[in-house]
Structures are given as C-alpha cells and as structure tokens.
C-alpha cells in the first residue's frame, strides 16, 4: 500500500477534485464514455439515470447498490463518498419528502458541485456535508441506509470505516455498497502506486478480508449480491494509463449487503 494514510488522501482528494473540476478522471468513467451507456452497465435503469441534475453522473461508480437497497420512503439514507450527488438524487425521489438523504465527501471541490447540483434542481431533502468516512460527521443511530459506490477501497483505515457504517446504522438499518475488491494478485509495480490507489486498484481489499473486517464492526447478515469482473472501464476510465494491460481475474466489482443487529 502506497506511504501514510495522510499521504493517500491528499492524493486522492487532488485526484478527485480533478474530476470534479472537470480536468481529470479516475476509477470509473471518462469523458470519452457514454455515461448513460456507463450507468446501465452498472445496473441502473434508463430512468434513475435520466432523472438526475445534468453533472451529476460523473461515471465514477463500480455498481448500482440501490438497485438492491429496498429502499422505502420516509427512511434516511447515508452516501458515503457522495460525489457530485449522483446516488443522492437518486435515492431522494424514493424516500420523498419524508425522507432525507445526506451525503458525505472528503474532496470540497465534490461537496460544492453537489450543493449546486442540489439547488439547481430546487432538491431540499438532500444535503452535502464536508467530511472522512473514519470519522463522518452524522449521528449514532441516525442512519436507515448507508450506500456506497465504488469508494471504501480509497479509504486508508477501512476497519474504522466500517466501525463507522455501524456506529451510524440505527438497529436493525442495513448498508448496501458497491465497491471494488481483489480476488488475485496485483502485480508488484502497482502495489505501491499512488495512481493505482486513487484509481480503485491498490488499495482494494481481498473479497474474504473486506467481508471479515464488516463482521469485525459488528455487522451481520453479510451477503454478496452480485460480484462481475471489474472491466478495465471501472478502475481506470481513460486516464490512468498505469493500469493499462491490468490482467482480468485481479479485480471484482461487488455489491455487498450487511445488517447492524437489533430491531428498527
């Protein structure tokens, strides 16, 4: 794993506040992909792509966890690593105005295009807040839904991560969340790679130890739900030419679900 946690963040916040300057891409889409196309590969239908604010799919993702979220209206949902708003908004029109949808993203640059994102579309049952997935800045017990997409595996400390996805879990709430995992060895020349790690490869977890580390947290009910090869498209758009060549059967893109214990 590439230098100190410190290190790593720095690098993958300047990375994403490329992406979302618009000068830069990583782990995901590019601007040469079609983003719809992009999406549906992923599993989101034509609509949740069509029904979002212009610059807010910014092809990033590995997955679609709320696809197998459940998710019913009035609940509140957590996006951890929220981007410019994508799964945000999404998730918004199902909870209603019920409901509340909060995401949280370390990058400023990210937190502002979604605030604006959100008061474009006139959305007030979404709001951005600026903060680390070790430490979010939400409540014990708050939370109904936590997702992610394709984002804990830029997390230095994952085991406090999903400390966290706990803490905030009320009982018996569940998180569903896509993201990458290793399933075979990364060669030694991207092991320490800075570039590999904001691009969702080095700092990917074995599929057995990420699911280890949620039981860890006090997690229950841990599912795969669906776990494909992840494409070169995934991990590495059109910018990070390190990872070209990548060989298949190293990365997996897998949606997992978990359960904090207790009644709701």
């Known amino acids: 794993m590439p230098e100190d946690s410190q290190t790593i963040k720095d690098a993958v916040r300047a990375a994403y506040a490329g992406v979302a300057r618009g000068s830069g891409c990583c782990c995901g889409g590019a601007p040469a992909v079609d983003l719809t196309e992009f999406g549906q590969a992923l599993g989101y239908p034509a609509s949740d792509l069509e029904g979002v604010p212009d610059g807010a799919n910014l092809g990033l993702g590995c997955g679609a966890p709320l696809e197998y979220a459940e998710l019913q209206p009035g609940e509140t949902v957590l996006d951890l690593g929220s981007g410019a708003g994508f799964d945000c908004f999404v998730a918004r029109r199902t909870v209603g105005d019920s409901g509340r949808v909060i995401g949280v993203d370390m990058t400023p640059e990210m937190i502002a295009r979604a605030r604006a994102n959100a008061r474009q579309a006139g959305y007030d049952n979404v709001e951005f807040r600026l903060g680390e997935i070790e430490a979010l800045p939400v409540a014990d017990a708050s939370v109904d839904l936590v997702i992610s997409n394709c984002v804990l595996n830029l ?104 359960w904090k214990p207790g009644n709701p």
């Open 155 to 258: 997390v230095p400390d994952k085991k406090a991560a999903f400390r966290e996805i706990a803490r905030v879990l009320k009982p018996g709430g569940r998180m569903v969340v896509s993201d990458i995992v290793r399933v075979g060895e990364l060669p030694a020349r991207l092991r320490d790679s800075m570039a590999a790690y904001a691009a969702c490869a080095s700092g990917a977890l074995p599929r057995d130890e990420y699911l280890a580390g949620l039981v860890q947290a006090g997690l229950k009910g841990i599912e795969v739900l669906r776990q494909v090869e992840a494409r070169p498209m995934f991990v590495t758009g059109a910018c990070c030419g390190e990872l070209a060549g990548l060989e298949e059967g190293i990365l997996a893109s897998a949606t997992i679900r978990a």
